[in-house]
C-alpha cells in the first residue's frame, strides 16, 4: 500500500527456461526474497530436457505469489518465447527474468517505485554486476562494459533513439515497463531479440529512464544463449564473423523499419531517415574489403557515419584493424 492507502501495482514476472537447472534455484530464491514481491511469475520453458521442470514446480509449491508454468510443445527460441511469456502477464508492470541471475532483493521495489513516481515513463532499467558461473562477482558491471558513461546516461534519457542508432543499452534481465506498451510490441520480429526490439518500442511510443546502480547480479558463462557483450545477439555461435554480423543487424533495422512506416510515420520524418541511414552504414561495412588499404579508403568516406551510427573512433579501429575474420 502506499502511504495514501491507495494498492500498489500489481508486478508480473516474465521468465523463459531452457535447460536452467544448474543456476534456477538462485534466481527463483532471490525472487522470493525480494522486498516487494511481485503478484505472479509466468514462466515459459523451451523443452529443457534437464531438471528445469521439476525445481519450477518444487518453487511453485511454497512460493508466497502464483507461479504459472507453460511447457512449449516445440521449441520456440528464446525471443518467441519472451513474447509469449510477456504476453500472458497480467500485471500492471512486467519485470523480465532470466533463468541463471540473482537479484538484488530491492530490484523489483526500485524498479516499481520509479514507474509509480513518474507517470509518464514505459519502462526504466538499471546497470547489473557481472557475477562468473560460479557466483563470484567480477568487479565489473554491465554499464562499465558498454562505456556507457554517466554523460551517456544522461544522453540516452534525452533522446534514447540516437544513442539506440548506435548501440544496444538496455539489458532485458533489468528492465521493468508498463503492460500497455505490450500493444506496440508484439509480435517480436524473427531477427530481433526481445530486449533490444523492446528498447526501440519505448523509445518510439513512451518514455524511458534508468537506474545508474546494480540491481541484478547478472551471470557469464559458456552456456549462456545471449550474453553481455551485446544483448542482440542471436543464437548465433561463436563463427559469426564481423561481415555477417553487420548484415544480421541491418537486417534488425530493416524489420523495425518496416514496422514504424506500417505505423504511420512519414517517410520525411527524421527518425525514418535516421533507420535508413543505418541501414545503408551496416550495409557498408558488411562489404568492406578484406585488404587494409582498399578498407581504409571505403572507411574514409564513412567517417561521419562511425560518429552518428556506431561507437565513433572505437568502431573505426575495430573495423580498421580487421583481418580475414572478416571473411
Known amino acids: 500500500m502506499h502511504s ?7 508486478i508480473s514476472i516474465a521468465m523463459c527456461t531452457f535447460n536452467g537447472g544448474r543456476y534456477l534455484t538462485e534466481q527463483l530464491e ?13 514462466v515459459c520453458d523451451d523443452g529443457s530436457t534437464d531438471d528445469t521442470i521439476a525445481l519450477l514446480n518444487r518453487f ?6 502464483s507461479v504459472t508454468i507453460v511447457k512449449n510443445a516445440a521449441r520456440m527460441g528464446s525471443t518467441r518465447n519472451f513474447d509469449q511469456a510477456i504476453g500472458m502477464a497480467q500485471g500492471e508492470f512486467i519485470a523480465l527474468c532470466d533463468q541463471d541471475d540473482r537479484w538484488l532483493p530491492h530490484k523489483l521495489d526500485r524498479l516499481s517505485r520509479c514507474l509509480v513516481d ?12 557481472l557475477i562468473d558461473g560460479d557466483g563470484r562477482r567480477v568487479g565489473k558491471t554491465v554499464f562499465g562494459q558498454h562505456r556507457f558513461t554517466p554523460a551517456k546516461q544522461r544522453s540516452f534519457v534525452s533522446c534514447p533513439t540516437a544513442t539506440l542508432l548506435k548501440h544496444d543499452v538496455i539489458t532485458g534481465a533489468t528492465l521493468m515497463f508498463r503492460s500497455n506498451i505490450r500493444r506496440y510490441c508484439s509480435p517480436i520480429p524473427a531477427t530481433w531479440v526481445h530486449d533490444g526490439w523492446l528498447a526501440w518500442m519505448l523509445a518510439l511510443h513512451s518514455r524511458v529512464t534508468l537506474i545508474a546502480e546494480p540491481l541484478i547480479e547478472y551471470r557469464i558463462h559458456a552456456g549462456q544463449q545471449l550474453g553481455v557483450e551485446s544483448s ?9 564473423t564481423r561481415r555477417q554480423f553487420y548484415a544480421r543487424v541491418a537486417r534488425q533495422f530493416e524489420d523495425l523499419l ?9 517517410q520525411n520524418d527524421a527518425l525514418v531517415e535516421n533507420i535508413r541511414q543505418k541501414i545503408a552504414f551496416l550495409k557498408s561495412q558488411a562489404a568492406l574489403s578484406t585488404q587494409p588499404g ?3 579508403m571505403q572507411m574514409l568516406g564513412l567517417l561521419p ?7 565513433g573512433l572505437a568502431s573505426v579501429r575495430k573495423d580498421l584493424l580487421l583481418g580475414r575474420e572478416m571473411l
Open 30 to 42: 532471490s525472487i522470493a526474497s525480494q522486498s516487494r514481491l511481485p503478484s505472479e511469475l509466468i
Open 294 to 296: 582498399a578498407r581504409a
Open 258 to 266: 518496416s514496422r514504424v512506416t506500417a505505423e504511420g510515420w512519414s
Open 4 to 10: 495514501n492507502g491507495t494498492c500498489e501495482p500489481a
Open 232 to 240: 542482440q545477439a542471436s543464437q548465433r555461435g561463436s563463427r559469426e
Open 118 to 129: 513518474n507517470a509518464f515513463l514505459g519502462g526504466v532499467f538499471s546497470d547489473a554486476e
Open 305 to 311: 557515419k562511425y560518429l552518428h551510427y556506431a561507437r
Open 60 to 65: 511453485k509449491a511454497n512460493a508466497p505469489f
